[in-house]
Nanobody
Framework: HVQLVESGGDSVQAGGSLRLSCVAS????????MAWFRQVPGKEREGIAA???????SYTASVKDRFTISKDNANDTPYLQMNSLKPEDTAMYYC?????????????WGQGTQVTVS
């Protein structure tokens, strides 16, 4: 049973930085695509960054050049370094895993960690 547990969410002032982590357990093998999503109440969940098993990354335009996704290959733990935070970055942030490594269908999700920027 795969579990993803996010941490690192906090309340910060605009311009500040945060680093989110996502610890995976119960993963049987292979190297999944890991991604970060975020959601604001009343809006759809938005994919913001993804990283494949070979380290290829992709970002949505609103976070490109401010956020960096990385991964500890030893345990598939993804990180999201968030710099120059803006109030519009306020959301619940989720990590997700796509076992196929296609970064398309995410079978596993964490419970979320709240980021608030004021």
């Amino acid at each position: 049973h795969v579990q993803l547990v996010e941490s690192g969410g906090d309340s910060v002032q605009a311009g500040g930085s945060l680093r989110l982590s996502c610890v995976a357990s119960g993963y049987g093998g292979g190297s999944p695509c890991m991604a970060w999503f975020r959601q604001v109440p009343g809006k759809e969940r938005e994919g913001i960054a993804a990283i494949t098993s070979d380290g290829s990354t992709s970002y949505t335009a609103s976070v490109k050049d401010r956020f960096t996704i990385s991964k500890d290959n030893a345990n598939d733990t993804p990180y999201l370094q968030m710099n120059s935070l803006k109030p519009e970055d306020t959301a619940m942030y989720y990590c997700a895993a796509d076992p196929s490594d296609y970064c398309y269908i995410y079978n596993y999700w964490g419970q979320g960690t709240q980021v608030t920027v004021s």
